[in-house]
C-alpha cells in the first residue's frame, strides 16, 4: 500500500525510458525501487524530481500535434519554462556543492552585461533558448546571430542532456554524495555553459566593452575615496551609510565632482586625454573647467562650505539666509520703498551657489542617463565603505 505513491512516478520512467528487452527490462525496474524520497533535502533528490516533471511536460508536448491544439500548446510551453528554471537552479546548487569555487568557469564577463541580466536567474530562458535555436528556430530580428549561435546552441544541449542523465543515474545510487567523475562532468558542463551564456548575450544584447568595463570601475573608485574623505571630515555620518540614506544618492557623485577636481593628476583631470575621461563625464568637460577654475578663486573656508552644501542637499543661498535670518530682518526694516537696483559686485556665496548649481547639475545628469550603471556603483561603494571585512575582500 505504501509503494502506490510511486506508481505515478513509475509509470514516468517507463515511458520515457527507450524499449528494453530482457535483463535491460528488469535492471530498469530494479532501478525505480531505489528512488529517492521525495522529502529528502538532499539537492540531488531534488533535482531527479524536478527533471521527472520536466521529461513529463515534455513527453505530453510530444504526444499530439501542437498546431491544432495551440491553447493547449501555449500552456504546456509555460510549464516547461517555469520548470526549465526550477531544473537549473536545483543544477547550479549541486554545481556550488560539488565543485571547488577556484575551479569552476569565471563569471566575471557578467559585469558587461546589463544589470537585469546577471546572475544564474537567467539560465532557464536561456536553455529554453539554446533548443529553440538547436531545433532550426530563430530569434526575431537577430536571424544572423541565430545562425552563429546555433552550433553551440547544439552543443550546450547536448552537454545538458549528458550531464541530467548522469545526475539521474546518481540520484539512483546515493543522493548524499558526489563521485568524482560526476565532479567532472559538472565542472566541464560548467565551463560550456558560461562560453554559450557570455555567446549568446552578448550578440543579442548591448554589452559593455572592456574599456567601458574599466573607466566605470575607475569611477566606482572615485566615488569610495570620496565617500571615504567625507566620512573622515564628518560630511556625511556611518548612521547614513548604513541606513542606506537616499540623501547619499546624490550626496556621493557631486561630492565626486569635487573631490575629482581638487585632484591634479585623477579620474578629473582635464588636461589628460578625452578618451581617458569617463563617458559620465565627457558632455560636460566645458562645465568641468569652469568650475575647476572658480575654486582656485574661493578660499579653503569656502570650499568646505560647499562640500556641506553637496552633501546636504542645501544650496548655498539657503542656508546662508538660515545662518543670517535676524541680520537680514533687520535689514529689510530700514529698506526704503524707492531704494536704487542692487548693484554690488558678486560675493563669495554667489559664487558658491553658481557653483553648486553646476556641480548638482552635472552630477543629475549622471544619474538620469546612466541610471543603472550609477546604481550599480553606489551600491558597491555604500557596501565597502560600510563593511571593512567586505571591503578588505574585494
Not at 132 to 143: D, F, P, T
Not at 172 to 201: K, Q
Not at 313 to 322: G, K, L
Request: hydrophobic share 35%; with cysteine; charged share 25%.
Amino acid at each position: 500500500g505504501k509503494h502506490l505513491n510511486w506508481l505515478p512516478t513509475c509509470l514516468v520512467l517507463l515511458l520515457t525510458m527507450p524499449c528494453m528487452k530482457g535483463s535491460s527490462l528488469v535492471s530498469a525496474c530494479f532501478k525505480i525501487t531505489r528512488l529517492p524520497s521525495q522529502k529528502s533535502d538532499f539537492p540531488l533528490a531534488k533535482f531527479f524530481y524536478a527533471d521527472l516533471e520536466l521529461r513529463r511536460i515534455t513527453a505530453e508536448l510530444d504526444s499530439f500535434d501542437g498546431s491544432k491544439e495551440p491553447l493547449r500548446c501555449q500552456k504546456l510551453i509555460e510549464r516547461l519554462r517555469k520548470t526549465q528554471q526550477k531544473v537549473m537552479e536545483v543544477l547550479w546548487c549541486i554545481v556550488r556543492s560539488a565543485v571547488l569555487e577556484d575551479t569552476r568557469a569565471s563569471r566575471q564577463y557578467r559585469d558587461k552585461f546589463p544589470e537585469e541580466l546577471r546572475g544564474d536567474h537567467m539560465s532557464g530562458p536561456l536553455w529554453f533558448g539554446a533548443e529553440c535555436l538547436a531545433a532550426g528556430s530563430s530569434v526575431l530580428n537577430h536571424e544572423h546571430e541565430s545562425d552563429e549561435l546555433r552550433p553551440l546552441a547544439r552543443h550546450i544541449t547536448k552537454v545538458m542532456e549528458t550531464v541530467r542523465t548522469k545526475l539521474r543515474e546518481q540520484c539512483l545510487r546515493d543522493v548524499s554524495c558526489y563521485p568524482e567523475d560526476l565532479v567532472d562532468a559538472l565542472r566541464w558542463y560548467d565551463y560550456n555553459w558560461a562560453e554559450f551564456e557570455f555567446s549568446y548575450v552578448s550578440r543579442m544584447c548591448p554589452v559593455k566593452t572592456t574599456e567601458q568595463l574599466f573607466q566605470q570601475h575607475l569611477t566606482t573608485i572615485l566615488f569610495s575615496e570620496t565617500t571615504a574623505q567625507a566620512l573622515k571630515d564628518k560630511l556625511i555620518t556611518e548612521e547614513q551609510m548604513s541606513s542606506y540614506d537616499p540623501v547619499l544618492m546624490l550626496a556621493i557623485p557631486r561630492l565626486s565632482i569635487l573631490f575629482g577636481l581638487e585632484q591634479n593628476d585623477g579620474l578629473l583631470d582635464l588636461g589628460q586625454d578625452y578618451s581617458a575621461i569617463p563617458e559620465y563625464f565627457r558632455p560636460h568637460l566645458t562645465i568641468l573647467a569652469d568650475v575647476k577654475h572658480s575654486l582656485t578663486t574661493l578660499r579653503r573656508e569656502d570650499v568646505t562650505s560647499l562640500k556641506r552644501c553637496l552633501a546636504s542637499s542645501i544650496d548655498p543661498m539657503q542656508a546662508d539666509t538660515e545662518v543670517e535670518t535676524e541680520i537680514q530682518a533687520d535689514v529689510q526694516a530700514d529698506i526704503q520703498a524707492d531704494i536704487l537696483p542692487d548693484t554690488r559686485p558678486a560675493t563669495n556665496t554667489d559664487i558658491l551657489q553658481c557653483l553648486y548649481l553646476a556641480i548638482s547639475s552635472i552630477a543629475d545628469q549622471m544619474i538620469s542617463n546612466h541610471a543603472k550603471d550609477l546604481r550599480q556603483m553606489l551600491h558597491h561603494t555604500l557596501q565597502q565603505s560600510s563593511s571593512p571585512k567586505q571591503q578588505h575582500r574585494l
